[in-house]
């Protein structure tokens, strides 16, 4: 009766209570002992067959089956008697010679879980147990030192749990004794001398294993570098952790590394395009693919891409070290290495070395070098490379005080590194042959590709660090103008003078368009420039420090039109018209980011240095003579090809076009065509595919025009041309 009673009462017990039962914390214990002794039994059964794979594989399960409870236990309320367990039997012991011994993957992740479950938890302090830091840090590096020998890819599970304990060592400073355990009093009077290295490997044995992963690709990588920046972002509340960094061989092993992956890079590249990323202007032109070297790697190869990739990776690492880092000693000791071990000899010796007999060598140096300027925003790191490669390098970093023993040991660090660079001859010396020699050499050289590398490089320094360069690549002087706004009068005469001239070339319609379009392009450019970012902050910097800023007229500098790299690029505008499209693209480039400089003044190098100096409305023969003495009567006897080369080199390109007009028959029409097929793109490859190939006498092809009349766009020439006024739009 008590029977149906329950039963229709409902107050039974359920099935749910029972399997709450079952999961209870005791029954859990159980289960869990019950595992791991299975799991020591079929180890120490395993004798000689511990380290066959197949062995591995039946002892998996088990693990399996320990990582489920203690991962089920730690989302749910107390008692954690499993975790206990773990503590209290050091469980951790054998799970880590199971780790270091078995070759079997699956299993080594589990055990690898396993561990890091122990550290994320909160239960019995296990972060602060050194028993289990030793035990743990044998097995990592057991498995790491053989995983790529047995084919594991672990690499994640490594990384991923070194950088789990680097991010509890961020969080909890007081567990820091039980992973930093230095053999060497932190006194002054332990230091060593300078020609005595420190190797402490295994005083801090989590730095040096992250340190075997930073330069990888993909998470193993970013739980590499993010842990070992969680490390020095902690040398703040540890003065025996900041001494013992700069001390030990972090330093160099970082430079060592970023060495080797420097050297992986190709040693000669070729500027060509894969097909299908071909820029529409290249594209729609005449023009093939340049000559290089046979064993030249194309800069777009999936290998050599790749290998840029993981190089710039790890440099950007550097950054991210200096820009956390707390220790203004730390930092220095960082530099010191890179100047040191890299810079000078490794990267400078490659552009010393690099040739131009087959210009392969030649344009990988300077496109490594770009894309360095290019990816790195820390100034500490651009001013060392750029004032060493512009033989500026007498200029000492500013020293800390030599009251704290950090900063003793830095020096004496530093001290070692000077004198063994000192004591290699082999090393070429910026003394000699500065970055400002190599590109004069280069950008006269025969071979485009050199050219167009030398180019891309110069407009990225003027653009990017042209505080730190300019006045090193060229030959500046105080600006004669500087504080004399330009009035808007002669800012329109000279605005109607390039206008003059850009009408020989195209037909009104196009000019306006191009002109609108252009005025956006040199908005960007202004914006982006470096100077401009360095203007913006200036002038939001509070009015009590304001007496602190140099002035306009202190900063401001001319070009010295005479400047040897200067010249070079004026010869390379006379030969615009023959250039190599590329190396007029990356010309014009570099003419745009040195104008938009707020800190060189136009005068002198692209504009007259005579503000006072007006041009009344001039016709158009007096335009492109450039004749200042044939406008104003009351101006000295002088052209502006005197005082404005860039002005003189415009306007003999449009005489030359001119002379072209004057030799080819139907020259304006060829030009409106091909600029019609820039601008149609799409529709000339759908309408050349409709026209039947056929020969002509004087074409090998189709004509173009044929195609355009086929697609029903072709062009309608302008023939009627007019001045536009300026003063309209000022």
Known sequence: MDFWSRLIGGTGPSASSKQTNLDGPQQRLTTFKRTYLQLQQSWQRG?????????????TPYLQSINRILRDEIHTPAPHLCIQNVVTAQLYVLLSSVGATVCNEQATKEIFR??????????????????????????????????????????????????????????????????????????????????????????????????????????????????????????????????????????TMMASGLGALYSQLSSKVALTHAS?????????????????????????????QGNLATFLSYLAFWQDMLERCPSVDIKAT???????????????????????????SSVAVMTYLRSILENITHTDIIRLLLHYMLGNSNEQRQDTKLSRPTALARRRKSENLITNNANRRDHPSPDLLTLTNILQGYLTSRNQQTVTASLRLLATILRSWHDMAATKLFRVQLAKT??????????????????????????????????????????????????????????????????????????????????????????????????????NLSLSE??????????????????????????????????????????????????????SPILTRLGALVERIDKLRADIQDFDIYLAERRHVFRVGEEIDEAVAEVPIRKSQDMGDVSLGQALRVAGTQPTLNTTKRRRNLSSDV
């Open 47 to 59: 004798g000689q067959k511990q380290a066959d794979p197949a062995f591995g594989a039946t002892i």
């Open 114 to 251: 396993f561990f890091g479950l122990l550290v994320d938890t909160e239960d019995e302090d296990f972060i602060n147990d050194t028993s289990l830091a030793d035990r743990l840090i044998v097995f990592v590096q057991a498995v790491s030192s053989v995983a790529s020998t047995r084919g594991f890819d672990v690499e994640i599970e490594i990384a991923e749990l070194l950088f789990a304990i680097a991010a509890k060592l961020r969080q909890q400073s007081e567990v820091q004794p039980a992973w930093f355990r230095p053999s060497v009093d932190a006194e002054l009077d332990s230091l060593p001398s300078a020609s005595t290295p420190v190797q402490r490997s295994q005083d801090f044995p989590l730095v040096f294993m992250l340190l075997e992963y930073v330069h990888y690709d993909g998470k193993v990588g970013d739980f590499a570098r993010t842990g070992l920046l969680y490390i020095l972002e902690s040398v703040g509340r540890s003065y025996k952790l900041e001494k013992w960094i700069i001390e030990s061989e972090l330093a």
């Open 276 to 304: 299908g990323s071909v820029p529409p202007i290249l594209t729609f032109s005449d023009v093939m693919d340049p000559t290089s070297s046979s064993d030249a790697e194309p800069i777009f190869s999936t290998a050599l």
């Open 334 to 360: 960082l530099l010191d290495h890179f100047d040191f071990l890299f810079l000078r000899p490794l990267l400078y010796p490659s552009l010393v070395e690099s040739s131009d007999i087959d210009s392969g």
């Open 482 to 583: 500087a504080g004399k706004e330009r009035s808007m009068e002669i800012h329109d005469q000279y605005l109607d003078l390039l206008y003059s001239m850009a009408e020989d070339i195209l037909d009104e319609e196009d000019l306006e368009a191009c002109y609108e379009s252009h005025l956006q392009d040199a908005q960007v450019n202004i914006e982006l420039h470096a100077c401009f970012v360095q203007q913006l902050t200036a002038a939001e910097t509070d009015c009590s420090e304001a007496h602190l800023l140099p002035k306009d007229n202190e900063r401001q500098h001319e070009i010295i039109a005479e400047d040897p790299l200067f010249a070079c690029l004026l010869s390379l505008l006379e030969d615009f018209l023959v250039n190599d499209i590329e190396s």
């Open 590 to 643: 570099t003419f745009a980011a040195l104008a938009s400089c707020g800190e060189t003044t136009l005068e002198g190098w692209l504009l007259v240095p005579k503000p006072s100096i007006l041009f009344p409305p001039m016709s158009k023969d007096a335009a492109r003579s450039l004749d200042v003495s044939a406008v104003n009567s009351q101006a000295p006897a002088t052209t502006m090809s005197t005082v």
